[in-house]
T-cell receptor, first 113, second 112 residues
Framework: NAGVTQTPKFRILKIGQSMTLQCAQDMNHNYMYWYRQDPGMGLKLIYYSVGAGITDKGEVPNGYNVSRSTTEDFPLRLELAAPSQTSVYFC????????????FGSGTRLTVV | EDKVVQSPLSLVVHEGDTVTLNCSYEVTNFRSLLWYKQEKKAPTFLFMLTSSGIEKKSGRLSSILDKKELSSILNITATQTGDSAIYLCAVALIQGAQKLVFGQGTRLTINP
């Protein structure tokens, strides 16, 4: 049982490049989330989804896009990378009923230079 | 704006000491409060508190929620070096999306 899988674990991007952070879960969870964590800070919500085909903005969505074509996958796209997007990105999921907290992925450390 | 504030932001103690970490919140539509421990990677779940005044315990860790004061504490007794981590407090909102609002975290360092 893999849980929530994020790839890649590390990435260095140049300013202006694009990339997609992958997130997949095998627990049949309806709700999925992307958070970013900057040094010394808590987690800030970027985007979330309550089911396939449904996404919505969180607290810090600028510079990012998401899609949710299947229940399992929730990729996060950075179109024009900026140094301000240097952060650790966490994907998380929860069933959607009887809330027991999130299952987190192991994170992606992204550096934009 | 929903807000969760933790204190202290950083704490250094000696092994064997007892520590108390604080979390206060100002949110609309409170559902529950969660504590997570974060070492190198992803946060791992410690407690979820929904009812005021009921202590949750797991080994040397315990936590309690005070809904009147809009706050929670996390206690760790007889600390060990393995307790060194960032401790995150988060509040779950009563909304369809079960979003969590996180505090900044408390970085706890236990020296031998």
């Amino acid at each position: 049982n893999a849980g929530v899988t994020q790839t890649p674990k590390f990435r260095i991007l140049k300013i202006g490049q694009s990339m997609t952070l992958q997130c997949a879960q095998d627990m049949n969870h309806n709700y999925m989330y992307w958070y970013r964590q900057d040094p010394g800070m808590g987690l800030k919500l970027i985007y979330y989804s309550v089911g396939a085909g449904i996404t919505d903005k969180g607290e810090v969505p600028n510079g990012y896009n998401v899609s949710r074509s299947t229940t399992e996958d929730f990729p996060l796209r950075l179109e024009l990378a900026a140094p301000s997007q240097t952060s650790v990105y966490f994907c998380a999921s929860t069933p959607g009923q009887n809330f027991y907290g999130y299952t987190f992925g192991s994170g992606t450390r992204l550096t934009v230079v | 704006e929903d807000k969760v504030v933790q204190s202290p932001l950083s704490l250094v103690v000696h092994e064997g000491d007892t520590v108390t970490l604080n979390c206060s919140y100002e949110v609309t539509n409170f559902r529950s409060l969660l504590w997570y421990k974060q070492e190198k990677k992803a946060p791992t779940f410690l407690f979820m508190l929904t009812s005021s005044g009921i202590e949750k315990k797991s080994g040397r860790l315990s936590s309690i929620l005070d809904k009147k004061e809009l706050s929670s504490i996390l206690n760790i007794t007889a600390t060990q070096t393995g307790d060194s981590a960032i401790y995150l407090c988060a509040v779950a909102l009563i909304q369809g999306a079960q979003k969590l609002v996180f505090g900044q975290g408390t970085r706890l360092t236990i020296n031998p």
